[in-house]
């Protein structure tokens, strides 16, 4: 199986091809559980089999997934995802086409509500893990900077530099004691100017 590119650079049309709630919760899920068809997805997610297939189709259409035939041992159809994650363009954002400002606001609404249910699923689930990873290994802490905005990118690219070495030190697949560990950073500014919204 092939490996991952890392990060797919969105352009308008990928853009607007994945800017869709279900196809991202779709490619999130191939992300993080490998290859699947079709059925396995939608059961996974609570959603039709027909739903799942056509948006799947979508995703492979602007080249986010590909098929995973070494799975497929019948009729059904195997997917796998391309990319490990993706980036987007920040003139997306001020794009004179109001259908691709509002395929970028959608998606990073979307991808907001997917931070936030995986952040509530693991406090939900949070008793059943070994005490190393409730008491040691998880961190929900916020920090408040007083910076500029090309020092906030420098802070971004220093935290990105510092994940992507981590992958160096990734445990193998059969170590008994690793788990898939997720990390959100959000770096935002926010107003302390009491008449501004």
């Known amino acids: 199986m092939p490996e991952p590119h890392d990060v797919r650079k969105l352009d308008a049309r990928s853009l607007r091809g994945l800017a869709h ?32 297939s056509y948006h799947l189709r979508q995703l492979a259409e602007h080249g986010f997934i590909e098929d995973a035939p070494e799975h497929g041992k019948g009729r059904e159809r195997w997917w796998r995802a391309v990319d490990s994650g993706i980036a987007m363009d920040e003139n ?27 952040l509530s699923a693991w406090l939900s689930t949070r008793d059943r893990w070994f005490p190393r990873w409730t008491e040691h290994a998880m961190d929900m ?57």
């Open 21 to 52: 709630p279900l196809r991202m919760e779709l490619l999130n899920a191939l992300r993080r559980h490998g290859p699947a068809t079709a059925s396995m997805l939608a059961e996974r997610l609570g959603e039709s089999s027909g739903a799942t």
């Open 92 to 118: 997306l954002y001020q794009s004179p086409d109001p259908a691709v400002r509002g395929a970028a606001d959608l998606l990073l609404h979307e991808l907001v509500n997917q931070h936030t249910r995986e």
């Open 141 to 197: 802490s916020d920090w408040t900077l007083r910076l500029t905005p090309e020092r906030s990118r420098e802070l971004i690219g220093r935290m990105h530099e510092l994940l992507r070495g981590y992958r160096a030190f990734e445990a193998a697949e059969d170590d008994p004691d690793a788990e898939q560990v997720r990390l959100h950073t959000h770096v935002f500014p926010v107003t302390t100017d009491p008449e501004r919204p």
